[in-house]
Nanobody, 122 residues
């Protein structure tokens, strides 16, 4: 599966953004999907994951209650709705996919999008 992330941009604190991750190839609905992010000088960190059916999303504590992950298997697309953005959310956001169980560690994901920059100004 090939992944293409989009939707990033420059916003102010408190604003919202919606990221998209479009997948090409077959069997998108078979992959557990996730969002990770990486700020300058920091390691890539888990943001959210969603199962093949779209149920049981999981979130990092830092984004819980503000971000919502979802997927549309008919459109081969995953989303990340980000509300109440904070300057500390500034990072490159990556979408990722794997077969099998969903994990919060990036090393378990074999497929990655190219990343989309999100910058939140104070």
């Amino acid at each position: 599966v090939q992944l293409q992330a989009s939707g990033g941009g420059l916003v102010q604190a408190g604003d919202s953004l919606r990221l998209s991750c479009a997948a090409s190839g077959r069997f998108f609905s078979s992959y557990n999907m996730a969002w990770f992010r990486q700020a300058p000088g920091k390691e890539r960190e888990f943001v959210a994951t969603i199962s093949v059916s779209g149920s049981s999303p999981d979130y990092a504590n830092s984004v819980k209650g503000r971000f919502t992950i979802s997927r549309d298997n008919a459109k081969n697309t995953m989303y990340l709705q980000m509300n109440s953005l904070k300057p500390e959310d500034t990072a490159v956001y990556y979408c990722a996919a794997r077969l099998g169980a969903a994990y919060t560690f990036p090393r378990y994901y074999a497929y990655w999008g190219q990343g989309t920059q999100v910058t939140v100004s104070s």
